[in-house]
T-cell receptor, first 116, second 114 residues
Framework: ETGVTQSPTHLIKTRGQQVTLRCSSQ?????VSWYQQALGQGPQFIFQ???????GRGNFPPRFSGLQFPNYSSELNVNALELDDSALYLC???????????????FGSGTRLTVV | EDQVTQSPEALRLQEGESSSLNCSYT??????LFWYRQDPGKGPEFLFT???AGEEKEKERLKATLTKKESFLHITAPKPEDSATYLC???????????????FGIGTKLQVIP
């Protein structure tokens, strides 16, 4: 059973650019959630995808968008990058949007994005 | 507004010195409370889910308990490898589509000294 994998692990972008982060969910999981974690803070919910549709969104502007593919992998896209977007971006997968089951939501190791 | 407050923000223990971490929450319609462990530069690692007041779960040196307003993570005889940030999160159902919002606290950074 594979876990959640994210790519790339680290990324440096310039303010105003666009970035795409990728996530492969754990085998058997059909729901993916994305989180932003600033240094010293807890993860902040961005949005959740279930069966290729967004079914929940946190307090993030529209320049944060996502996709989920038929194989349940997912992308997070951020347009017009700002300095405050620098953070660890985490992907979490689960079986169903309730995150029930023995392991709840399974997180990947994240992508460290630095905006300069 | 949903709130999750963890205390203390940082805790330094001697190896073998037992203690407890606190997570107090304000959320309507709680559908579950999670505890995660996070090592530096890594994603959170699932520890426990608690669903109702009075529930307790144990794993090795860790024991999580839940009341209607707070949860405790008890660490018995900790070892240096228990050093990490411990995150608490609550979830609630938001809409008829089934989306369940998860709100994290900022965590307690635990350091266990040999």
């Amino acid at each position: 059973e594979t876990g959640v994998t994210q790519s790339p692990t680290h990324l440096i972008k310039t303010r105003g650019q666009q970035v795409t982060l990728r996530c492969s969910s754990q085998s058997g999981h059909n729901t993916v959630s994305w989180y932003q974690q600033a240094l010293g803070q807890g993860p902040q919910f961005i949005f959740q995808y279930y069966r290729e549709e967004e079914n929940g969104r946190g307090n993030f502007p529209p320049r944060f968008s996502g996709l989920q593919f038929p194989n349940y992998s997912s992308e997070l896209n951020v347009n017009a990058l700002e300095l405050d977007d620098s953070a660890l971006y985490l992907c979490a997968s689960s079986l169903g949007f309730e995150g029930k089951g023995q392991y709840g939501y399974t997180f990947g190791s994240g992508t460290r994005l630095t905006v300069v | 507004e949903d709130q999750v407050t963890q205390s203390p923000e940082a805790l330094r223990l001697q190896e073998g010195e037992s203690s407890s971490l606190n997570c107090s929450y304000t959320v309507s319609g709680l559908r579950g409370l999670f505890w995660y462990r996070q090592d530096p530069g890594k994603g959170p690692e699932f520890l426990f889910t608690l669903y109702s007041a009075g529930e307790e779960k144990e794993k090795e040196r860790l024991k999580a308990t839940l009341t209607k307003k707070e949860s405790f993570l008890h660490i018995t005889a900790p070892k240096p490898e228990d050093s990490a940030t411990y995150l608490c999160a609550v979830k609630k159902r938001v809409n008829s589509g089934g989306y369940q919002k998860v709100t994290f606290g900022i965590g307690t950074k635990l350091q266990v000294i040999p």
